[in-house]
């Protein structure tokens, strides 16, 4: 599986994003699915995961309540949808796959991905 983010941008404080990842190849629906970000200067961190399923979820306490991950496997294709923006969302966001056997495996760790994608930049102005 390959895969390619878009839908970054600039948008202000209180705004709203939704990030795309696309993915090419066979085994999408069989791949545990998460996003990541990176500002400047500070280690990639996790910001939220989805099972092969859909069903399972998991997301950073800095985000819960504002960001909501989702997953349309016959398009393959993972979103996540970002809600009351603050600055200190900035950051570069990637996403990442495994392909794992348990269907409702969520990744929290960067170890826990080994496909990932090359970023989208997300900058919210105060």
């Known amino acids: 599986v390959q895969l390619v983010e878009s839908g970054g941008g600039l948008v202000q404080a209180g705004g709203s994003l939704r990030l795309s990842c696309a993915a090419s190849g066979r085994t999408f629906s069989t791949y545990s699915m998460g996003w990541f970000r990176q500002a400047p200067g500070k280690e990639r961190e996790f910001v939220a995961s989805?099972?092969?399923?859909?069903?399972?979820?998991y997301y950073a306490d800095s985000v819960k309540g504002r960001f909501t991950i989702s997953r349309d496997n016959a398009k393959k294709t993972l979103y996540l949808q970002m809600n009351s923006l603050k600055p200190e969302d900035t950051a570069v966001y990637y996403c990442?796959?495994?392909?794992?056997?348990?269907?409702?495996?969520?990744?929290?760790?960067?170890?826990?991905?080994?496909?990932w994608g090359q970023g989208t930049q997300v900058t919210v102005s105060s």
């Open positions: 990442a796959g495994v392909e794992i056997y348990h269907r409702e495996y969520v990744g929290l760790e960067v170890a826990d991905f080994g496909t």
């Open positions: 989805i099972s092969w399923s859909g069903e399972s979820t």
